[in-house]
């Protein structure tokens, strides 16, 4: 009888151990799985903007580090993405982005003034970010604000995972996000591949 008796207290504890390690595990994989996000001014929060897009690539055998510099130098995107152009710095000498620089492009049919938000250099331990407030000129038709923000992370297995997104203000917007499909997640999509596209290429030059 006390034999019975000790055996199923071992059996119940043995039990609550594994249940809590089970647990413990499963916060633990949880916590790694989980992926950064873009950080939103509360103005441009999607959801709650006239138009919104999101594109992300997951890819293997490159870094953020080799992702970074295409991104700050914006010279780089015509050559990878059809849909940029006339790239100009306000300030004479300036051929990179950092953080408060200002510059305009032009992207989709719009002349876009920009002024870096955010600027983050991707580190072992972090994400890269980096964001634009980029803005239209007109009067209450044409004028167009946006929020367009990159976040660039690697992970484990030799892959790096590439997320941009926009968020968009004005009656522009609204136009854009009433066209199926949406050219902004085209567009977007077509930078993404470009991109990739061309790391991949010059990395094969250099081997």
Same mark, same amino acid.
């Given at each position: ?30 916590? $790694? ?6 950080? %939103? +001014?509360?103005?441009?929060? #999607?959801? @709650?903007?006239?138009? !919104?897009? *999101? /594109?992300?690539?997951?890819? $293997? ?6 992702? %970074? +510099?295409?991104?700050?130098? #914006?010279? @780089?995107?015509?050559? !990878?993405? *059809? /849909? ?124």
């Amino acid at each position: 009888m006390q034999a019975g008796i000790f055996f199923n207290t071992n059996f119940s504890c043995n039990v609550f151990i594994l249940k809590t390690t089970l647990r413990m595990l499963t916060q633990y994989k949880s916590c $790694k799985m989980k992926q950064n996000a873009i950080i %939103w +001014p509360e103005k441009y929060t #999607p959801g @709650t903007t006239d138009n !919104y897009c *999101s /594109n992300e690539v997951i890819v $293997k055998d490159i870094t953020a580090s080799e992702v %970074w +510099p295409y991104l700050t130098n #914006p010279f @780089t995107w015509p050559t !990878y993405y *059809s /849909n940029s152009s006339d790239i100009e710095f306000l300030k004479a000498g300036d051929n990179e982005l950092y953080h408060d620089v200002r510059f305009r492009f032009k992207t989709f049919g719009f002349p876009i003034e920009a002024q870096v938000t955010e600027f983050v250099p991707p580190s072992e331990n972090e994400p890269a970010r980096l964001a634009w407030h980029g803005w239209a000129e007109g009067d209450e038709e044409a004028r167009l604000d946006v929020i367009h923000a990159w976040l660039i992370e690697d992970l484990p297995g030799n892959r790096v995972r590439i997320l941009t997104q926009e968020s968009q203000i004005g009656k522009p917007a609204q136009q854009l996000a009433k066209q199926k499909p949406n050219p902004m997640i085209n567009g977007h999509q077509e930078w993404l591949e470009g991109l990739i596209d061309a790391i991949i290429k010059s990395n094969d030059t250099r081997l």
